[in-house]
């Protein structure tokens, strides 16, 4: 089930980066990725002190999990911000030659 899950998520991935470029796409699935990642690891490591005892668990997994969010959140905008800064900075190259297609029929 993963893996379908995974497979329908690659290719809505491959079609959004074919429709709407490459930034937004990668920018919207790292600021998913980065927290889901974090909150994942930290509940790996923690995991056996919280969830020793269920209640304790079951109370601490959605404050951790938004406070983890929370504090990501700076690493993603300077990862975003990096992105961008790349893409603007491809954008104004000075190799680049703008050039209008005019179709033989309007000539």
Known sequence: M?????????????WWVFRDGWAEPLKTILSVLIPLALI????ARAGR?????????????????VFIFKASQPIVVGINSWIDKKNIDFVEMKDVVDAEV??????
């Open 2 to 14: 993963t893996y379908l899950a995974l497979y329908v998520a690659g290719i809505a991935f491959i």
């Open 40 to 43: 994942i690891l930290f509940n």
């Open 49 to 65: 002190l919280l969830f020793r005892n269920p209640i304790v668990g079951i109370i601490s997994v959605l404050p951790t999990a």
């Open 102 to 107: 005019i179709s033989k029929e309007e000539a």
